[in-house]
């Protein structure tokens, strides 16, 4: 936005206008002493001295003006005018400058001039020299440095702009905004600036969170990247969470097209543990994301870490996704009695190999010993002591699963305060109802590759009586199998990171024949293969979640680390219950695998990739960057478009309004020049 009116840097130089009354005064009076001359006839002459009086009266009233006018505007340019731009204050007493380069991994890519990120210190260094040395100046990068969190000199400003190389570190512009906000609240002195340089992506520049800061005129810069396709792996997962050794797995790769291009007969490379497992290849349309199906068959137990990479180019650094995971020999079960084991339990669990299964009465619960079990089966209890509902609570929230098999007789209050307490549906009561189950929820997991096809007259468990359980209307809970009724006969609900199934009915034979039926055995040994894995395949560099991991000891002077190669670092540690939370806090910038060491032994595997929303380079163009600040309601902003034009003149004028004293100057020179050549060829 463009005022009309002038403003001034030095208005007390106006004053000095006074100073035209000089040559006013000077023609008024006109200090000049005149001869007598006598003639001894004057009337010819009279009529030549009239005409010279006329042209003597015009030449001293052009020369008055031309003096008037020089001095106006020799007084108007040591003023200082200019029209300011944006709301642009431009004082005498000092700036204070914030600039933001964006270091993200898209800037590595090339622009109109080079390296964007080479473009952008150039920019930063020429706002610099638009300054005064005394000026002070802060330098924002995505990596939020403590030694940038400061304001400094320029000398040392453009010092540390030389230093600035592209980063893992990706922040939106909000945060950008509101970490400049804060370090502004600290500098009282001088003018406020703000500059942000970077290529805005449409991934990051979300405005929708940045809250105006009338102290403030903010400047933004956007570069254009010659190349906006790229090509990267999204993210992947296993189709199972739980590996054992000796059996074959499915990794699931999502591939994205952010390219103009189609892509015919591209390779996918798998590695683990440092050895190509497979390959596969894949079509892809420009525009379109893809999922690859890769296989391979696990050989040992233990902690394993696996890389995809893809061929694409310029942009690398999203080619590659690694990934860590854990390869069990056994799936660990626990059993809570209520007074025997059961026998079909036993049966399930006790006499498979994959698991290893153990049975415990309620009464010799050892509450330390759940974090070693990914499931956890109730069976029968008639009532849930609230010190075992807190533990299963933790136990389940930390990624455990938890299936209830209710007693005979149960305790409803008890129930319903061990229930309610993790949000879970009620059972509110006993019918005794003959009935029977009516159908099975085949798109959930447990069941997603048992059938091939549900038939139609598909034999299911019969109930002779059951609990119902209630669900509340902002149940979130599944329903695997229901009644005819219309009541849960067995329900799922996700609980922190792990989750609960809730049975109607006790293992008992008064109550149903499930425990005798086909659908027991896939039922019970897919939620067993459904439990969670204490960490998820990998992080994302910039989160700063904590790495939850089971704590493998509680010794005082445990010392954990994370390692790659010869690099290292202890992290912050925290212990919540049986669980373990470190915190990285940014000192791991690489993307890769890492592992987890207490003292010189390793208990984890660690995986780490960059943070993807880098890789879809679609920008903001200057237009739409303007409409989006003004949508946000950011009133004192002005894009600067640094691809037209000289950029050093630009920046001149959106910092510093237009200047108008040099043209004051020539004008006042142009007018002296005026008046002397009036003075010398009008005689």
């Known amino acids: 936005m463009v005022h009309l009116f002038i403003q001034f840097v030095f208005p007390g130089f106006l004053l000095a206008l006074t100073a035209v009354a000089i040559p006013v005064i000077i023609h008024l009076f006109h200090f000049r002493r005149f001869r007598r001359v006598f003639f001894s006839n004057v009337s010819f002459l009279q009529q030549l001295s009239d005409a010279s009086k006329k042209e003597s009266k015009i030449k001293h009233l052009l020369i008055l003006a031309m003096r008037v006018i020089a001095i106006a505007a020799l007084v108007m340019a040591f003023a200082r005018p200019y029209i300011p731009v944006a709301d642009a204050r431009f004082g005498s007493g000092g700036h204070a400058v914030g600039v933001y380069i964006d270091n993200s991994f898209s800037m590595d890519a090339l622009g109109e001039s080079g390296r964007l990120l080479d473009m952008a210190k150039t920019r930063a260094l020429g706002i610099a020299s638009a300054y005064q040395p005394t000026d002070r100046f802060l330098l924002l990068t995505n990596d939020f440095e403590g030694r940038h969190q400061r304001f400094v000199s320029r000398e040392e400003f453009m010092a540390m702009v030389g230093e600035i190389e592209v980063s893992s570190g990706v922040r939106t512009l909000a945060q950008v905004m509101e970490r400049k906000k804060v370090m502004f609240s600290t500098e009282t002195s001088g003018t406020g600036r703000s500059y942000y340089i970077g290529d805005f992506q449409k991934n990051t520049s979300s405005l929708e969170e ?287 990171r792990g989750g609960v199934y809730l049975s109607a009915v006790p293992l008992e034979d008064g109550f149903s024949n499930f425990q005798r039926h086909t659908v027991f055995v896939p039922t019970l040994f897919n939620i067993a293969l459904q439990t969670q894995t204490d960490q998820p395949l990998y992080h994302v560099l910039g989160k700063h979640d904590p790495l939850l991991v089971r704590d493998p000891g509680s010794g005082a002077g445990q010392v954990f680390r994370i390692q790659k190669g010869d690099w290292e670092m202890i992290p912050e540690q925290r212990r919540t219950g049986n669980q373990l939370q470190l915190f990285v806090h940014d000192q791991i910038t690489e993307a890769g695998n890492y592992m987890l060491l207490s003292d010189n032994a390793a208990i984890g595997a660690l995986s780490f990739n960059y943070d993807r929303r880098e890789s879809v380079l679609d920008a903001l163009s200057p237009g739409s960057l303007s409409g989006a600040l003004l949508d946000a309601g950011l009133q004192q902003v002005q894009v600067i478009d640094a691809g037209t034009g000289n950029f050093e003149r630009a920046l001149q004028e959106f910092s510093k309004g237009r200047q108008l004293w040099r043209l004051f100057l020539l004008l006042a020179l142009a007018f002296l020049l005026a008046e002397v050549v009036l003075l010398r060829f009008w005689r």
């Open 210 to 496: 940045a809250l105006p800061d009338t102290s403030l005129v903010s400047f933004f810069i956007p570069l254009s990247a010659q190349r906006s396709g790229n090509v990267y792996v999204d993210s992947c997962w296993f189709d199972s969470p739980v590996a054992l050794a000796g059996q074959t797995v499915r990794l699931l790769a999502r591939v994205r097209n952010e390219s103009g291009d189609a892509l015919n007969g591209q390779p996918v490379r798998l590695f683990v543990d440092g050895v190509q497992r497979t390959v596969a290849s894949y079509d892809l349309e420009a525009g379109e994301e893809t999922l690859i199906e890769l296989n391979w068959t696990i050989d040992k137990p233990g902690y394993s870490q696996g890389r995809l990479e893809i061929i694409d180019y310029p942009v690398t650094f999203d080619d590659q996704l690694f990934f860590s995971y854990s390869v069990r020999s056994e799936i660990p079960v626990l059993s809570i009695d209520q007074s025997g084991q059961s026998p079909f339990l036993n049966a399930m669990f006790g006499k498979d190999s994959v698991f290893a299964f153990q049975a415990t009465p309620v009464f010799s619960v050892d509450y330390s010993a759940f974090s070693d079990f990914n499931l956890i089966v109730l069976n029968g209890l008639e009532m849930v002591s609230p010190a075992l509902a807190v533990e299963l609570k933790g136990f389940v929230e930390r990624g455990g699963s938890l299936v209830v098999f209710p007693g005979i007789d149960i305790d409803l209050v008890s129930y319903g305060a061990f229930l309610e307490g993790m949000g879970l549906d009620l059972y509110v009561g006993l019918d005794t109802t003959s009935t029977g189950v009516s159908s099975i929820n085949a798109r959930h997991p447990v069941y997603r590759d048992v059938f091939d096809q549900l038939p139609g007259n598909l034999n299911l468990p019969e109930v002779q009586r059951h609990y119902v359980i209630s669900r509340p209307v902002h149940s979130l809970s599944q329903n695997l199998l229901q009644l005819q009724n219309g009541h849960a006969f067995l329900n799922f609900q996700a609980v922190g």
